[in-house]
């Protein structure tokens, strides 16, 4: 059964600082995703990680997958308040039912 | 434009009726999905479906039922039998090869 688990679930931190938020997964899989969920909203694609070594950027964020681990990164650089909001990795399993799981996300407060 | 889009926005339900939320996307996708979010939780699969006139079950499914009798269009009801339908119901959909899932607004589902 395919389950995944990211860590933290609440995240508090000042602007400018650096932080990194981690997705773990528990079956062979051939897509990550990550996406933003800002209050009341839907969901908002950031990135899709397809193989092993992956690296994808835009502007503060940077995503990761490291398949063999089966571990993602979504890296924070010197954050600022407007990526407050809660952010959600989510693993399709790699065998024929191409079913999409959810990490429980994690919400992320960034002080002024 | 393409996209996936779900009506109505807000749905208000007495109890003991079923409700049918819709799903529609203009992006030949051929797997689309179903989830329930509950207030400051993740999201949790309820049902999906790879092609016409097929669907699986996700996590969740008792109490809920879906049809795919068109690529287009996979319509989720919320039958009597969910004791706690109340919740955040957002549709995705995703191509042959997965490389993006993309979410609709969602229909926020609440029993009066």
């Known amino acids: 059964e395919l389950k995944v688990e990211q860590n933290p679930l609440f995240l508090s931190m000042q602007e400018g600082k650096n932080y990194t938020i981690y997705c773990n997964y528990s079956t062979t899989s051939d897509r990550l995703y990550w996406y933003r969920q800002d209050p009341g909203k839907s969901l908002e694609s950031l990135f899709v990680l397809l193989s092993n070594g992956a690296v994808k950027q835009e502007g503060r964020l940077m995503a990761s997958l490291d398949t063999k681990a089966r571990l993602s990164t979504l890296h924070i650089t010197a954050a600022v308040h407007d990526l407050s909001a809660t952010y959600f990795c989510?693993?399709?399993?790699?065998?024929?039912?191409?079913?999409?799981?959810f990490g429980k996300g994690t919400r992320l407060h960034i002080l002024p | 434009d393409g996209g996936i889009t779900q009506s109505p926005k807000y749905l208000f339900r007495k109890e003991g009726q079923n409700v049918t939320l819709s799903c529609e996307q203009n992006?030949?996708?051929?797997?689309m999905y179903w989830y329930r979010q509950d207030p400051g939780q993740g999201l949790r699969l309820i049902y999906y479906s790879q092609i016409v006139n097929d669907f699986q079950k996700g996590d969740i499914a008792e109490g809920y039922s879906v049809s795919r009798e068109k690529k287009e269009s996979f319509p989720l009801t919320v039958t009597s039998a969910q004791k706690n339908p109340t919740a955040f119901y957002l549709c995705?959909?995703?191509?042959?090869?997965?490389?993006?899932?993309?979410f609709g607004q969602g229909t926020r589902l609440t029993v009066v």
């Open positions: 995705a959909s995703t191509g042959k090869q997965g490389t993006e899932a993309f």
């Open positions: 989510a693993v399709r399993a790699m065998n024929r039912d191409d079913k999409i799981i």
């Open positions: 992006l030949n996708h051929d797997a």
